[in-house]
Nanobody, 115 residues
């Protein structure tokens, strides 16, 4: 059983910053990839950023230059540093963890960007 827990969401003003954390725990051997997705009301869930074991990262065009994904493999943790936040970044952010042939999702953390 694998558990994925996100934290770090909240309310921030436009131009502000937040850092999200995602911790994977349970019984597993290796994590292939950890990523962040988001879903705004009325929209489909979309990829924000992903970090693949080996160091490769990929970002949605809308967040390039503002968001940074990183991993601490020893802690089975991923982070999403979000800078220069915009109202359109408002969404529930979900962590996705790939282990073997399966993917696991967290419950999500709300990020609201508003003045």
């Amino acid at each position: 059983q694998v558990q994925v827990v996100e934290s770090g969401g909240g309310l921030v003003q436009p131009g502000g910053s937040l850092r999200l954390s995602c911790v994977a725990s349970g019984s597993f051997f290796n994590i292939n990839a950890m990523g962040w997705y988001r879903q705004a009301p009325g929209n489909q869930r979309e990829l924000v950023a992903v970090a693949i074991t080996g160091g490769r990262t990929n970002y949605a065009d809308s967040v390039k230059g503002r968001f940074t994904i990183s991993r601490d493999n020893a802690k089975n943790t991923a982070y999403l540093q979000m800078n220069s936040l915009k109202p359109e970044d408002t969404a529930v952010y979900y962590c996705n963890v790939g282990i073997g042939m399966r993917v696991y999702w967290g419950q999500g953390t709300q990020v609201t960007v508003s003045s």
